[in-house]
């Protein structure tokens, strides 16, 4: 998970000699979109607008749907297939994907749109403007207003409980957590815990001592199959969440995609999460 998080350049040079598709009506309801990352491509289809997509990123995997759609790099997006498929839009997330290779897109005349991130707040923002780019905010709205309610939903159930010390670690080894002005931060804290983390911002990595002698409680981690074996190896004897306060702290997993990719799923993660912080 770590690795997804780091961002990647992308030269710039590339496309200097592309074409990019010329401007029409058609941008007010663009029809050949392209997004640049996984959270995106989940609120294209959310918003019931899956048949526009003419390429995405490597971690496109949510729905089905989105398995069959071309790609066009993962963590380094390659700017001449973006190109290639001639989008009237590309969406694109302020954190985790290559500046520079954004920048040069919008150098060559691609249209692109980039998302805000960094909190839930954030994530309702992003279903907001990505309707409104579309052409169907009605959609958005409606989107909005359900994620919304589950969101107060969880406020109201864990008002007044007491909240346990945690920590998410989004990857085994190093551990890397997350720390303070991120979406994992809220979902922490707004399912009822304490991010004993939120005075270090963006996703730290700790150290075996800090894990070992933090008043650790609750610690929430993610599941996937990938990564299941690096997960195995850090809790297996002599690892490195082997021993000390982590090694008690009670462990609540998530599914991966659900919870580390700030899209509509994330506000089902903060439900589940919310119930195992009973």
Partial sequence: MSRKLIPVLASAAILVGCRAPERSAAAASPRRVVTLAPNLTEIVFALGAGDRLVGASEYSDYPDA???????????VDPEKVVALRPDLVLA??????????RALQAAGVPVAVTPSG??????????????????????????ATLSQKRAAVRAAVSGRRRPNAVLLVWPDPPQAAGGRTFLDDVLTEAGATNLLADRPGWPIVSREYLATAPIELLVTPQSVEARAAWDAAF?????????????????????????????????ALAELAEATR
């Fill in 66 to 76: 989105a398995r069959s759609i071309p790609r066009v790099g993962g963590l380094e």
């Fill in 93 to 102: 997330i302020a954190e985790g994907n290559a500046q520079s290779a954004v």
């Fill in 119 to 144: 909190s839930l707040d954030a994530v309702l923002e992003s279903v907001r403007l990505v309707a409104d780019r579309l052409g169907v905010p009605d959609a958005g709205t409606r989107l909005i």
């Fill in 236 to 268: 297996a004897p002599g690892g490195i969440l082997s021993t000390g306060s982590v090694s008690r702290a009670r462990r609540v997993r998530l599914d991966e995609a659900a919870l580390t990719r700030p899209g509509p799923r994330v506000f089902g």
